[in-house]
């Protein structure tokens, strides 16, 4: 048997779920998604509360909204609509995608909430029964799409889980997958080190730009991030400033060389290593790699978050062993054992792939388990571009 | 201290991180609660903003108890929002996953304190005939706040949307939404949707409480009935987010 196994999309892309996602258009319809995935076994569900407003937001927003509908790890979207113009565009463009099967329920069409509960139950139902039926094949390496994230860090996420997770990253990179590397303001200090690691001079050019519009868009806010940042529990944790921590956050993404770097939730065009401009908001950060297509996550943690998605299986890897042995249902693996002198950063790099390989090939993640699925939509960027 | 036309035990989570286990614990001892994306990783106006408006929600008079669900390490603190809302509403307490052994852990602590809370309300609820109701419009409505205040029925108005009401304290709250919007719902307040005359209007007829050319008397004839405790269309379907005002972007 082949090391991974997954769905192979009609555009190419693998994924290693087959979840039907009941994806509401209007915050109205919200409360009906989660209902529907409460109803079906195999449903899942996001909720959001745009009203479907267009504003300088739009764009990214109809962006996340047609790119987690084509999330390679999703068989089907139902898209839950009122029946407005602006999501007939936002489906438009999602099926331009063409990575998903996807449905249309219209609350306008169907008269009212109770029948489209009703009818969103049914056909999320006939969608489980079929994804149940496909069966996993062979997947090259390259079928990895990997998001590297890490949330509440702490001064030891720099020297144990962060650098395994480069290592398994370097390694997955190396076979031909993606890996990508985001949280803008978690570069914000170390990005003339991954600018020289860049493939290209244009390529390091651009890390560079983005750290840099980022900082401008902050402090046209009027706010130094650095008086923002460590965040409180970072401090507890016990990182000293935002240069510190964001030295520790780069370790994730290892020695690789950067191929390229992405907007909020563009799909990486060819495997390599990237870097995408996201906040270091969790959530916000997990939508994006849910928007790009990432089809795994690993997701370090010093502090400890439940935090996961619909669409990705999310891993957490425990920084040290003083939470990783205490939040046991919360976190995948723990490396706090690098610090405790049990085991070396190579050994824990080594049991991080293969917890990758393994929830790729249908080991659920804690974060899956628990039925975590944390979603948003991003606002207030458009003004401070 | 002004008594509600409903008294829901809310369960508030400080931060995104703990909106599903919120949820969780909400469903279990059947509480009201919410998903939202904030609490963390905000920054200048919004830290007291989104405060603000977490004691809002946590003081409505809608609001009999409150339990507040912080995950540990986010910029809102549940001690510190525990405490100031504590002095405004004494029937509230917090949790905290990270302190509370993970998911499993947070959860079970969360249903009992919960369960332990105690309503701020003395004796049966019953409602009373100084309720404020909030008019969710843009356009004026001076005739019919007239009317409603003739009968005793106190007006606030705002086109800010439903979050906003909240915060005046509205307890019912009567919608007119634009052609382009479809009736909706708050989780704390009753809202009583009225129809306009528009298309998408006409198609979602059984999903508006009131049509658009219902006369003054209906309207108020309805608000009494929520007060007293009917309940509205959006109501029975638990339609409609709770929409937290943001002034910067995250970071």
Avoid at chain 1, 162 to 183: K, Y
Avoid at chain 2, 29 to 43: E, K, L
Avoid at chain 2, 57 to 72: E, R
Wanted: with cysteine; glycine share 10%.
């Amino acid at each position: 048997m082949s090391a991974l196994t997954g769905f192979k999309r009609s555009d190419g892309r693998w994924g290693f779920r087959n979840h039907v996602l009941v994806l509401p258009l209007h915050q109205v319809l919200s409360n009906t998604a989660r209902e529907v995935e409460g109803l079906v076994d195999g449903a899942v569900a996001v909720s959001h509360d745009w009203s479907g407003e267009v504003d300088s937001d739009f764009e990214r927003i109809a962006k996340v909204l047609a790119g987690i509908a084509n999330n390679p790890n999703n068989f089907a979207t139902i898209f839950l609509t009122v029946g407005t113009p602006i999501e007939t565009e936002i489906i438009t463009r999602s099926r331009s995608l063409g990575a998903t099967e996807l449905h249309v329920l219209s609350l306008s069409e169907l008269g009212s909430m109770t029948a489209l509960l009703a009818h969103a139950t049914n056909l999320a139902t006939q969608l489980t029964q079929k994804a149940t039926a496909v069966v996993r094949v062979d997947a090259p390496m390259s079928a990895i799409v990997l998001g590297l994230e890490c949330g509440g860090s702490d001064a030891y996420s720099g020297i144990t889980a962060n650098p395994a997770l480069g290592l398994a990253s370097d390694r997955l990179v190396a076979q031909g997958a993606t890996s990508i590397l985001a949280e803008t303001m978690e570069i914000l200090g170390s990005e003339h080190l991954l600018a020289a690691r860049a493939i290209t001079p244009e390529v390091g050019k651009q890390i560079i730009d983005v750290v840099a519009r980022y900082e401008r868009s902050i402090s046209y806010e009027g706010i130094d991030i650095r008086g923002a940042q460590p965040s409180r529990g970072n401090i507890e944790g016990g990182l000293s400033t935002l240069e510190e921590k964001s030295l520790g956050a780069a370790k994730k993404a290892g020695s690789a060389q950067f191929t390229g770097v992405l907007e909020y939730a563009d799909t990486p065009p060819t495997p390599g290593l990237y870097f995408m401009d996201t906040p270091g908001h969790d959530i916000e950060q997990l939508t994006a790699f849910a928007g790009a297509g990432v089809n795994i996550t690993v997701f370090t943690t010093g502090r400890g978050t439940p935090t996961g998605s619909a669409v990705m299986p999310t891993i957490k890897v425990a920084t040290n062993s003083e939470m990783g042995l205490v939040l046991t249902d919360l976190i995948d693996l723990n490396a706090g054992t690098i610090s405790d002198g049990v085991q070396t950063l190579d050994e824990v790099g080594d049991l991080i792939y293969q917890e990758i390989l393994d929830v790729a090939n249908g080991k659920l993640a804690k974060a899956e388990i628990n039925g975590q699925h944390e979603f948003n939509l991003s606002r207030l960027y458009g003004s401070t571009l | 201290m002004n008594e509600g036309v409903r008294s829901y035990q809310l369960i508030l989570p400080s931060v995104v991180c703990s909106t599903h286990l919120s949820r969780r614990i909400a469903q279990e001892v059947g509480a009201i609660t919410f998903a939202h994306q904030h609490g963390c990783g905000i920054i200048g106006l919004d830290v007291a903003g989104i405060d603000n408006f977490f004691i809002d929600l946590a003081t409505h008079p809608n609001v009999s108890s409150v339990l507040i669900v912080g995950l540990g390490c986010e910029t809102i603190q549940s001690n510190e929002l525990g405490g100031k809302i504590s002095s405004l509403n004494p029937s509230s307490k917090y949790i905290v996953i990270q302190e509370s052994g993970g998911v499993e852990g947070a959860v079970e602590k969360g249903i009992t304190e919960a369960r332990s809370l105690k309503s701020r309300f003395q004796g049966p609820h019953l409602p009373t005939d100084s309720f404020i109701v909030g008019i969710d419009s843009a356009s004026n409505h001076e005739g019919l706040i007239l009317f409603l205040e003739n009968l005793g029925i106190k007006c606030v108005q705002s086109p800010k949307g439903f979050s906003e009401l909240m915060s005046l304290k509205a307890q019912i709250i009567l919608s007119f939404p634009t052609p382009s919007q479809p009736p909706s719902g708050f989780p704390l307040i009753p809202v009583l949707n009225v129809a306009g005359s528009g298309v998408l209007h006409q198609a979602l007829s059984h999903e508006f409480d009131l049509h658009n050319s219902a006369a003054y008397q209906e309207i108020a004839d309805a608000i009494v009935a929520v007060a007293a405790g009917s309940k509205t269309i959006s109501e029975s379907n638990n339609s409609g987010e709770i929409i937290a005002p943001r002034l910067v972007r995250s970071v």
